[in-house]
């Protein structure tokens, strides 16, 4: 089964967000609501917020003119009898829900799978009333959908496996990051997150402190941009309302809104006033304990009960909330003994708050979490090793790469294996090193530290490349830097539409060291190494395709299958012969002009074609690091008279030069201001 036409039921402000995402991303969408003025209207709030994107310069005008021609407004429930997908987003209404299902149930075609976008009620509740409970799911889009990269796939319990498999295909086709749990009461983030805001308005009900305090204290204790009662502002204090509601009804007195929130929805019917009081540092840390308490213990609660593991609360927080840190990972911050410290305090205001074993048993280790951060996988003889850090990118550390190594090697120890897909979560395939980790390592004057990382690194994908079973890396997305060098140590890279390829090092003050210089230009030769690298450029799915970098370019919904076929019938050796490059690249870039273009300048004599390339990339090159530019083009000639073995040698044997210099640091930390560096050539 493949999606493909999507139909919305409910277009106000969340459900016209949902349709204008998905067909943003490639898919043809039909929407209803009440009647067809309705869907008109809501087809018409896309139209304006595609708009919107144009005038922000988010989007062309010939891509937001091509995906609002995808949008299709229908009459009826029944213009969405074709569709391979059906997502409600109505009211919170149990009865007008079901109803809606039932009429869904007996209008759509056999086969297609119906959503609801609730996050108050059950999943199964819903399914109950059809006649296929198989092909009912949730999908919890967060706001605003256009935007929020977090989508949470519930499967009910009688969901079948290949349906919320297909979601989370779904879900990665239209660039969200897929968080499969349980059918439970707020599934994952709302569980935490809304006893965290009614939590919030119980500490101005008790007089702890004024809203403004509130709002400072939740700030600063949880890296977040907007406080508690500013999120309720946007997001609207009457949802915030219903929701602690419906946990309450299902959960218990500790999850029941307080009569302070009551108040406000019920009699004053109006937003928080965000102003009313002077800040008062005093409050904070009283603040901040109460609310890392109800924290700590919704989220044990939610590993408890097998909602869903500890790393997805974690990866909830960060993409679907934005925290900068998730529970678990502030329970680390804190300490594992003090959050349970803070949970067994909360029972002095709650007294029916569960202690949950989660926080129990990891404060009587008296350790931190750990995560896992690569999964594995097996079907069919192919182990699929994932990695599931979406929320900096799948960005690569020292924790990772030593994960990376355990994990394949224990899936060569898979009997009857045939095969290994590696593949990453979220919006990248995995885009590079952790960046903070070299600034830290070179501000505490330890070189020996990245020199270690990297040759770990170099040695898992010396492993991944002497595998001997076929291993395919798995491209979604962006592969950048790092990511780049991994798909490249695999025996052949299988891409989806949006794949990406782009080596930014020199950008930044360093040079490519997990095998950059030496793999890339075995593999689509010295002349267009070059070129990506010094320019730092990126390569698209089908350019990737042309140069000889990947295999074949799939729809993302068919990558899985692609990459399983290609194992089985064998991959080409890609070292066999370097991919010719276009005339025009080769003439510009070779091994007569590196030094030429290294000096800003385009060789003399060279075709019109020749001169046409490089007027583009001179450019780009001035931006870039000399003294990083000037080691790249020696590590690339030396692919061309060492052996692979030797180049890899060599890139380990100068990282304390690269890294041992000033623009190394500049650049690397020009990562996080986002500014320009400026070069000392030192």
């Known amino acids: 089964m493949a999606t493909k036409t999507v139909g919305i039921v409910g277009v106000g402000n969340m459900g016209a967000g949902i349709a204008q995402k998905i067909a943003m991303e490639g898919f043809a969408v039909r929407v209803a609501d009440m009647n067809g003025e309705r869907a008109r209207a809501g087809r018409q709030t896309i139209s304006d917020s595609l708009d919107e994107a144009v005038a922000r310069r988010v989007l062309s005008e010939v891509e937001a003119k091509a995906a609002l021609e995808r949008v299709t407004a229908v009459e009826s429930l029944e213009g969405l009898a074709e569709c391979d997908l059906v997502i409600e987003v109505i009211f919170e209404n149990l009865l007008v829900k079901k109803e809606l299902f039932r009429n869904l149930d007996s209008i759509c075609k056999p086969g297609c799978v119906l959503a609801t976008n609730t996050s108050s009620f059950y999943v199964h509740e819903l399914a109950s009333v059809t006649r296929r409970p198989g092909e009912v799911v949730g999908l919890h889009y967060f706001f605003h959908p256009a935007k929020n990269r977090l989508l949470e796939v519930i499967p009910g319990p009688l969901t079948r496996p290949e349906v919320t498999a297909e979601m989370v295909r779904f879900a990665e086709a239209?660039?969200?990051?897929?968080?499969?749990c349980k059918d439970a009461p707020g599934f994952?983030?709302?569980?935490?997150?809304v006893p965290w805001l009614n939590e919030s308005v119980r500490l101005l009900e008790e007089g702890v402190a004024n809203i403004p305090t509130i709002e400072a204290a939740a700030k600063q204790a949880f890296g977040i941009g907007m406080g508690p009662f500013l999120l309720m502002n946007v997001t609207g204090v009457p949802i915030s309302l219903h929701a602690a509601s419906t946990l309450?009804?299902?959960?218990?007195p500790f999850y029941e809104p307080c009569e302070r929130l009551r108040h406000q929805v019920e009699d004053l019917k109006a937003d928080w006033t965000l102003d009313d009081g002077e800040l008062d540092p005093s409050a904070f840390q009283a603040v901040a304990d109460r609310l890392l308490g109800v924290t700590f213990a919704v989220a044990g609660a939610i590993v408890d009960e097998g909602v869903c593991s500890l790393e997805d609360v974690d990866r909830g927080a960060r993409i679907g909330l934005r925290w900068s840190q998730g529970p678990f990972e502030l329970a680390n911050r804190e300490g594992v003994e003090r959050a349970l410290a803070l949970v067994h305090a909360l029972e002095a205001v709650h007294p029916d708050l569960s202690i949950p074993d989660t926080i129990t048993g990891q404060a009587g280790r008296g350790e931190p979490f750990a995560f896992s951060r690569v999964d594995l996988g097996v079907k069919d003889g192919i182990a699929r090793l994932t990695i599931n850090r979406p929320e900096v990118m799948n960005a690569l550390d020292p924790e990772l790469v030593g994960q990376m190594k355990d994990r394949f090697e224990e899936a060569q120890r898979l009997p009857g294996l045939k095969g290994i897909v590696l593949a990453g979560t979220g919006k990248a395939f995995v885009a590079g090193a952790d960046v903070s980790f070299f600034v830290r390592r070179i501000e505490a004057d330890d070189i020996p530290s990245i020199v270690e990382f990297t040759t770990g690194?170099?040695?898992l994908l010396r492993a991944i490349e002497q595998s001997p079973v076929p291993v395919v890396a798995r491209v979604h997305g962006l592969a950048l830097g790092g990511g780049v060098e991994l798909a490249l140590a695999c025996h052949g890279i299988v891409c989806g539409p949006k794949a990406a390829f782009a080596l930014p090092e020199t950008g930044i003050g360093i040079y490519p060291g997990l095998g950059g210089t030496q793999r890339l230009p075995r593999i689509v030769g010295r002349p267009m190494a070059r070129r990506l690298i010094f320019t730092g450029r990126p390569l698209s799915a089908h350019a990737a395709v042309s140069a000889g970098l990947a295999l074949e370019v799939v729809p993302v919904q068919d990558l899985d299958d692609a990459c399983?076929?290609?194992?089985?019938?064998?991959?080409?050796d890609r070292y066999a012969r370097a991919a010719p490059a276009e005339p025009a690249i080769a003439e510009a870039y070779d091994d007569g002009s590196v030094q030429t273009i290294l000096a800003g300048e385009a060789p003399?004599?060279?075709s019109d074609a020749a001169q046409a390339v490089l007027s583009k990339d001179l450019r780009a090159i001035?931006?870039?690091a000399p003294i990083a530019l000037r080691l790249s083009a020696e590590l690339l000639d030396a692919s061309g008279r060492t052996s692979l073995t030797d180049g890899l040698?060599?890139?380990?044997?100068?990282?304390?030069?690269?890294?041992g210099t000033q623009d190394a640091l500049t650049g690397l930390r020009s990562v996080a201001t986002r500014e320009r560096p400026s070069w000392q050539g030192s």
Do not use: D, M, Y
Request: net charge neutral; glycine share 14%; no cysteine.
């Open 564 to 572: 399983a076929q290609w194992i089985e019938q064998g991959l080409p």
């Open 622 to 624: 001035g931006r870039k």
């Open 604 to 606: 003399r004599g060279l």
């Open 174 to 180: 239209h660039s969200k990051t897929a968080l499969v």
């Open 188 to 193: 994952v983030v709302n569980r935490f997150f």
């Open 457 to 459: 690194g170099q040695e």
């Open 248 to 252: 309450g009804t299902e959960l218990g």
């Open 649 to 659: 040698g060599e890139e380990i044997a100068r990282l304390p030069e690269i890294f």
